[in-house]
């Protein structure tokens, strides 16, 4: 989906004492924003399920009983689009989502509370997938941000790399890894690390990404597997 049927028009915040400028012009673009009301309709936990829609339109690397694990899945939003994508069902799950935040249930989907980064986490995620290897790997994961550009970049590119490492731990050869970057947060090093892990390397904003945003997507399809 990349346009919708109208535009609602502008709505006016009513003003309230007390509260924060920041706060105001978040409730504005959200009140204002077609994708939020478009994911209301659709039953989508979050705006950012166009995003992924948007992505695998392009790339499509989600496919029929391909088996997807999601990184920092909370509220669920992408987890819902991958069990559609890609046919999990109850019966035969194939869409795991991990977060340190409680997630409520997706049908079809299997939902763990926990951190990614824990030693156990690459097996725990094979045996929910019956014993198999991830095809797809997403993150949609920003780090807390501090207001100071050098150490934000920090975080930034620690998370990242993080997910990147439990990635390539856990991919099949042929697999994908589809990752939220913002600019200037990949370095040269690591973007050479991907392409020597996987046959093509792309950066994409989905149009789903705010205008005003500096996030961009990273998505790497056809990993040549480890040794």
């Not at 009301?37 to 029929?64: C, N, T, V, W």
């Not at 997807?68 to 019966?91: I, M, N």
């Not at 079809?108 to 290897?133: E, S």
């Not at 207001?147 to 997910?163: S, T, Y």
Request: charged fraction near 25%; hydrophobic fraction near 40%; include cysteine.
């Amino acid at each position: 989906m990349t346009q919708f049927d109208a535009r609602p028009l502008k709505t006016r915040l009513k003003k309230t004492r007390g509260r924060r400028a920041s706060s105001t012009q978040w409730l504005r673009r959200q009140v204002n924003d077609p994708y939020v009301a478009e994911a209301r309709r659709q039953g989508y936990r979050a705006r950012s399920a166009f995003k992924i829609i948007q992505l695998d339109d392009r790339f499509h690397f989600f496919k029929p009983g391909r088996r997807v694990v999601d990184l920092g899945c909370a509220p669920g939003g992408w987890v819902q689009v991958a069990a559609a994508k890609v046919g999990s069902t109850p019966e035969n799950p194939l869409v795991v989502g991990m977060d340190l935040l409680e997630t409520d249930p997706v049908p079809g989907a299997k939902l763990v509370r926990m951190d990614f980064t824990d030693a156990d986490a690459p097996r725990i995620l094979r045996d929910l997938l019956g014993g198999h290897r991830a095809d797809v790997v997403l993150s949609d994961m920003a780090a807390n941000t501090t207001g100071m550009p050098d150490v934000d970049h920090l975080r930034i590119m620690g998370l990242l790399e993080m997910a990147y490492d439990f990635a390539v731990r856990v991919l099949a050869p042929g697999g994908a890894f589809v990752a939220k970057v913002f600019a200037g947060g990949t370095e040269s090093a690591f973007l050479a690390r991907m392409k020597r892990d996987f046959a093509v390397v792309k950066h994409v904003k989905p149009e789903a990404s705010r205008k005003d945003s500096a996030e961009f997507y990273v998505v790497a399809t056809g990993f040549k597997g480890t040794e």
